[in-house]
């Protein structure tokens, strides 16, 4: 149960990090998109047709040294998953999980007929004690009916 548990750490582990992963990546495209200025391709006869603000993109050395940094996030993130995917056990062969599977399906059935036995018993033991409480009340009904009279 213990070695389950750590599988699973793993595993919510490893959700996080992709999780953080895509979120650097999203970062990653949208500082592109919205922080590059718009240039000619190499050997391009297509025209540019924008100019952004000069305070809406970073200059050439700014924006290639952020590129850098935001490759080598992605990269140090990536290698972090890729630790967590090697981590993580190898898969239960499908035999053993099926074996796992019916013993559990076995204890299963065994606790659910214990419990219906135990509700059985509980309803049998509370009309039993319905019973004899009625029977107290008549008792101590019909002893006050008799005692008042002989006053």
Known sequence: MLQELSHMDRITQL???IQQLLTIMANTVGYLTSRANFVQLAGSEIPITKQRNPEKYDEPDVFEANKKELVTDLIVKAKQVEYLIQSLPEPEPE???EKRL???DE???LANEEYIQAVARSKDL???ISSVLRLMLEE??????????AH
């Open 126 to 128: 509370h009309a039993q």
């Open 102 to 104: 019916k013993a559990l």
């Open 140 to 149: 101590t009904d019909s002893g006050l009916v008799g005692s008042a009279g």
């Open 95 to 97: 035999e053993e999980q």
């Open 15 to 17: 959700q996080d990090e």
């Open 107 to 109: 204890e299963m059935t």
